[in-house]
């Protein structure tokens, strides 16, 4: 399909029928549970779709678990053939996901294109990685052969957010599926629309079993979190979600668990900084033009050094001005409105605390009033005077909100933008690479930019320092994340010894 208008889009996104992935079966909930979709742009509904249960988990680990023996067994390059056909199998539908992800998340139609197009890339990075896979072997003894080997863990669960619907349901079981497990996968409750569409693609391509998609609400995660099969968890969302997964798994036994969580992550400008291309850093590191800032790497933090922060916010208030905001399905849409009302009202509650608590509104900070009142809009919101205590510098907002403060101290400046519990990523923009890179050492993030920001590179692990998270994607270590490590030692004979056996001599 092309990609289509307004009504055409969210006409395609109601009328699709959506199924659970469940050992090779498109069906229904075990109960006939159904939930509703909401499309951010409107308040309205768009659909129903299953609502999963326990009951549901259970079927679909049996079915993991018993289709697991035969996809481990395969070999990297058997699996490379079943990724290559993926892709080759999505390819015709990449309108149809984008335009699904746009009507479900709110994110616009163009930046969903960009998402459906990345997924090409993890299908082959994936299997080129895996080709490189190798253990060791360790001359510790004369006598001996020692070595080490990776084993998958065998049915793995993976549950992923709302921001990016059909890119992290292929992101979630690339690394998973291509390490020779089998995974249940759940998707957002927000925004289940592609991943389940996905699902009837996948069915055509990968054996009954080795991965199965389920929709639904906090119970079919913690299910699947819980499930003793189920060893190996991926978890991407909330800091709070993220230690009650820790908690729920280690109830039931030892598990691995990664966790990708929340961020409240700095964006630093010394004086000798370009200010046209930080601005443009900041703008782009919030991901207005995305997921409307909802997202964990946004740099929502901005510590700009006094002698240029007055000519930073005024052009940063400009260029944020210019972005359209809009429908996310509407041509022309730069920005579009938050995934939910729960979102909605939670980024609203931000804005209302940052001018009770003092801090200047730059711009932005409610509803743009050509917009329809009952879509989850909200400008682009700057907020400048914020003082580091601020809940709006402390707290993850998760929206399209920025604090922006300035410093004269360095060492200041430094206290401040480690002082909050996360440490995701952080941007740097000076001109002095010295300063810079002394900076990035200082600073508590996983991922930091040098005048840069909000750029993934694919090889180069991604993760969080506190509570940002544990483990790192997008990488080798995600991929041996998935497995586990074997020491194998072997005691073998003189040969002299075993010639005299075989022959009957004497060594």
């Known amino acids: 399909m092309t990609l289509l208008n307004r009504e055409e889009a969210v006409a395609f996104a109601r009328n699709h029928q959506y199924k659970l992935l469940i050992g090779g079966k498109l069906c229904t909930a075990i109960d006939g549970s159904t939930m509703e979709s909401i499309d951010p742009s409107t308040g309205k509904v768009i659909t129903s779709v299953p609502k999963a249960g326990p009951q549901d988990v259970m079927k679909a680990v049996e079915a993991a678990k018993s289709a697991q023996p035969a996809w481990g067994a395969l070999s990297i390059r058997e699996r490379r053939t079943y990724y290559q056909a993926l892709a ?29 197009d990345y997924v090409f890339a993890q299908l082959s990075d994936w299997p080129a990685l895996a080709m490189s896979l190798a253990g060791q072997t360790l001359p510790v003894t004369a006598e001996g052969l020692h070595y080490t080997a990776y084993r998958p863990y065998g049915v793995v669960g993976r549950i992923v957010p709302f921001n990016h619907p059909a890119l992290f349901a292929i992101c979630g079981f690339g690394a998973a599926l291509m390490a020779g497990n089998t995974m249940v996968l759940k998707v957002a409750d927000q925004t289940p629309l592609s991943a389940l569409y996905l699902g009837e693609i996948i069915n055509k391509i990968l054996p009954p079993g080795v991965l199965n998609i389920l ?22 969302g909330s800091g709070a979600v993220g230690q009650l997964i820790q908690q729920r798994a280690a109830s039931v036994g030892v598990k691995h668990v990664s966790l990708e969580l929340g961020g409240k992550n700095p964006l630093i400008v010394f004086p000798d900084a ?31 050094h006094s002698s240029v922060h007055d000519d930073f916010v005024e052009r940063m ?34 804005i209302d605390q940052g001018k009770a608590s003092g801090a200047k509104l730059v711009t932005g900070g409610s509803r743009p009033s050509h917009l329809d009142e009952q879509g989850y809009f909200i400008a682009p919101t700057v907020f400048s005077n914020v003082d580091m205590s601020m809940s709006i510098a402390k707290e993850e907002i998760f929206g399209p909100v920025v604090s922006v403060s300035s410093w004269n ?14 440490g995701l990523t952080a941007s740097i923009w000076s001109e002095d690479i010295s300063l810079a890179l002394k900076t990035a050492e200082r600073i508590e993030a996983g991922y930091i930019w040098v005048n840069d920001a909000n750029r993934h590179y694919w090889g180069v692990p991604f993760g969080g320092m506190k509570n940002s998270g544990l483990g790192r994607e997008e990488s080798m270590h995600e991929l041996l ?3 586990e490590l074997q020491a194998i030692n072997v005691i073998m004979k003189d040969p002299r010894t075993r010639l005299a056996e075989m022959t009957g001599n004497e060594p």
Not at 88 to 96: E, L, Q, Y
Not at 100 to 113: H, I
Not at 281 to 296: D, L, P
């Open 88 to 116: 080759d199998a999505i390819a015709p539908h990449r309108d149809a996901l984008a335009v699904l992800d746009a009507v479900d998340s709110g994110n616009p139609l163009n930046a969903m294109v960009k998402d459906v």
């Open 409 to 422: 101290d360095y060492d200041m400046m430094l206290q401040q933008a480690n002082d909050v519990e996360y």
């Open 215 to 236: 929709s639904g609400g906090p119970d079919v995660g913690d299910a699947i979190v819980t499930h003793p099969v189920i060893k190996r968890v991926g978890f991407t």
């Open 274 to 304: 370009d200010l046209d291309k930080a601005v443009a850093g900041a703008i782009h590191g919030m991901n207005f033009g995305v997921c409307q800032g909802q997202s964990c790497g946004s740099n929502s933090r901005i510590l700009i």
């Open 481 to 483: 994340s998935y497995m």
């Open 317 to 350: 208030r400009s260029a944020i001005e210019s972005i359209v905001v809009g429908r996310a399905y509407d041509p022309g849409t730069q920005m579009g409105p938050l995934v939910s009302r729960k979102q909605y009202d939670r980024v609203l509650g931000y």
